[in-house]
């Protein structure tokens, strides 16, 4: 917020003096179209500027009209807002509602319908618009490093959640808050959102890469969810727990680690094949665990699909994209 206000400033004095450089009456007007036409985003500035700009046109050709037929009156000023606003949200230029209203009551103040006076409220438009414009496509903040923060928060969290897990199937009477999934939670709608502020800041060839990333740590967060549930159902310790455990262990490594290593996976695999040769349980307290457990797995299988789903191989990976993709275990 604070830089954009810097942006804002920039913006509103230099529309201001090409205005008065112009000629143009009332200059400070320009300033704010500006004010107006600064965002967040490049991408967000090129359509709001596109919107307010057309949205402008739509409002004064509809105030010409009322000032040709009704003359410069205060009450052909509430027509105008009667009759001008819905027509521009009607066109789609609902965000140019307050930049076309600047622009017909500059026509209202002036008393006159000449070319001149139209053209100066165009020129005016031009200024004050394209000034916010030029601001904005100059420079942006970058937001990579701020990303990078937060993937590396979602990788810690996920890596704690893990081992938790883990030692939880080691000792079902442990007392876990799981405070680590609101934070990873939270963690991750930042991510979402400063990643794509960062992909509107790219007019061209815009790097998907982050949002990729945190959607895909999104749906892995709603499968961790579903493995919660199904460790709330194990709550006697039994040797395949404690297997599973390790797997957990390892994923919570794998998951800091920068590529997708494939370890879980494969000991997962084991797993499954060493559980299939084990007796049945002999009670159904030993039924209902194990079921349990082997629900679990499942879930944690379909966890790794998710990373395995959204990563390109490591061979032909480009560098920038492995490097954005760290950690997806």
């Given at each position: 917020m604070g830089f954009r206000v810097i942006k804002t400033a920039a913006a509103t004095l230099l529309s201001i003096l090409l205005a008065a450089a112009a000629g143009i009456p009332s200059a400070q007007s320009a300033g704010l179209l500006a004010i107006l036409g600064v965002e967040t985003t490049r991408k967000r500035s090129l359509r709001t500027i596109t919107a307010r700009f057309s949205a402008s046109l739509v409002g004064l050709l509809c105030g010409i009209v009322l000032f040709y037929?009704?003359?410069?009156?205060?009450?052909?000023?509430?027509?105008?807002?009667?009759?001008?606003?819905?027509?521009?949200?009607?066109?789609?230029?609902?965000?140019g509602i307050v930049t076309s209203s600047v622009?017909?009551?500059?026509?209202?103040?002036?008393?006159?319908?000449?070319?001149?006076?139209?053209?100066?409220?165009?020129?005016?438009?031009?200024?004050?618009?394209?000034?916010?414009?030029l601001v904005n496509l100059i420079y942006m903040p970058q937001g990579g490093s701020l990303i990078a923060g937060i993937r590396k928060e979602v990788d810690s969290q996920f890596s704690v959640i893990f081992k938790q897990m883990a030692r939880t199937l080691r000792d079902p009477l442990l007392v876990w808050d799981g405070k680590e999934l609101i934070g990873a939670s939270d963690a991750i709608q930042r991510g979402i959102t400063a990643s794509s502020r960062e992909m509107e800041n790219h007019v061209i060839h815009p790097d998907e890469a982050w949002n990729v990333y945190f959607y895909m740590r999104k749906e892995q967060l709603e499968s961790i969810q579903n493995m919660m549930q199904l460790l709330s159902q194990v709550y006697r310790q039994l040797p395949h727990g404690d297997m599973v455990a390790d797997l957990f262990d390892q994923l919570s490594g794998d998951v800091l680690a920068e590529e997708y290593t494939g370890r879980t996976e494969k000991l997962l695999d084991k797993l499954e094949q060493e559980f299939q040769e084990m007796e049945?349980?002999?009670?159904?307290?030993?039924?209902?665990?194990?079921?349990?457990?082997?629900?679990?797995?499942?879930?944690l299988a379909l966890y790794l699909k998710i990373a395995k789903r959204h990563k390109v191989p490591v061979e032909i990976k480009p560098a920038r994209r492995s490097e954005r993709l760290r950690g997806q275990g």
């Open positions: 037929l009704l003359g410069f009156h205060y009450w052909v000023l509430g027509l105008y807002v009667l009759f001008g606003f819905p027509l521009i949200v009607k066109a789609g230029f609902k965000e622009v017909v009551f500059r026509v209202f103040g002036q008393a006159e319908l000449s070319l001149h006076v139209l053209l100066q409220q165009i020129e005016l438009l031009i200024i004050g618009l394209g000034s916010a414009g049945l349980p002999g009670t159904r307290d030993e039924f209902e665990v194990r079921s349990a457990i082997l629900q679990l797995c499942r879930e």
